[in-house]
């Protein structure tokens, strides 16, 4: 079977529909009145198929935990070679470069390693080279990988490249964890995890400190997407109310302490899907900031990313397949959004993971921009490198 990486660009077939619609005050608790969609500019994408090439590896059908390095390359989970679904493991990280190019990153020593989250940041303090953080979800861990070469190496399975591995933060209390986001400043980390039985407390968030303190900051119903607002702010965490088929779909808020990374009072009701377009019966998974305060949230099995504004208007990007699972902004100048997600017509353990760029936008993604804090790169209107 041939492994196709899809990418979708702006073009000609007119495969994406947006929608606008006012969502509720930042203050105050949506109503359960649904708003009307308002019609805004439709952008038309066309698709371009390419495949993984000579490489032999690409992404299986549980392809999470989108990410993005300071040179633009996306990453995701599950990369094996083709056709080994048999013996595919969750311990494996994947890496397409800017040109298309598709390498396997990185492999963890232990077998049992279920990764379902990346997120590159920067060295620490006095460190020179690259890191990157992942969540381990079986082992209820995040493990912190670094190295001393001024770029992503392609690889760390080579035994020349110089790197560590360490584990910075466990509890086995935690129920993952399944996703993480880190504060702009690299000091905190937050992990959000569910568990499969629905019942009160299905969902955490916690909150690590990088040096093996954990911190369980809220248990509420499913939990999953997870991110830091471009200020430090805010932390905005997806919830799913009601069984796997939710009756309820949420974004909550909860305003942080700059010093500690907790939270300072009561967490905000910040966006209410059932009111936005009556889609409460939905999943959202994955969520991801651009520096203009925009909020990119993946809705899984509804095939399409909903992106809020800062004045909490929602406009609706259609992808082309139900089961999008992640996001990031990735390409030379970080202004691509790419999705990724199970292929149409996916199987289990037998087919592989689908990556589209979803839109192109004028500002950048946090986590690039993060990785870039003074930079003399052009910025052209469109990125087209990738």
Known sequence: MQAIFLYLLAGAAALQQVTSASAMPQSNPPTSDPTTPRAVANKVPKFESITQGSSNVWFGDQIEGAAVDS???????????????????????????????????????????????????????????????????????????????PTTPETLTDKSVDYKQSTICSNSTMLQPNDLAVSPNGKHVYLSGMKGDMKSGSGDVWLCDGKQKTTLLDTMGRTNGIEVDPKGEYLYVTEAVGGWVPTASYIWRYKLDGKTGKPVGDKEKYFDFQAYDQSGNVDSDGMRFDTAGNLYVTRNGRGEVVKITAKQVGETIKVPFDNAANLEFAGKYGRTLHVIGKCPGATEGKTTGCVVKAAEESATGRAWSDLHPVTTLPMPAQDSQY
């Open 71 to 149: 040179e633009g390359n996306l990453y995701a989970v599950d990369m094996s070679a083709e056709g080994d679904n048999a013996n595919r493991k969750l311990n494996t990280i994947g890496r397409v470069d800017t040109s298309g190019k598709a390498s396997l990153f990185y492999v963890d020593p232990n077998d049992t390693t279920h990764f379902s989250g990346i997120r590159f940041v920067s060295p620490r303090t006095g460190v020179k080279g690259g890191r990157a953080l992942l969540a381990d979800a079986k082992n209820h861990r995040v493990v912190e990988l670094t190295w001393t070469t």
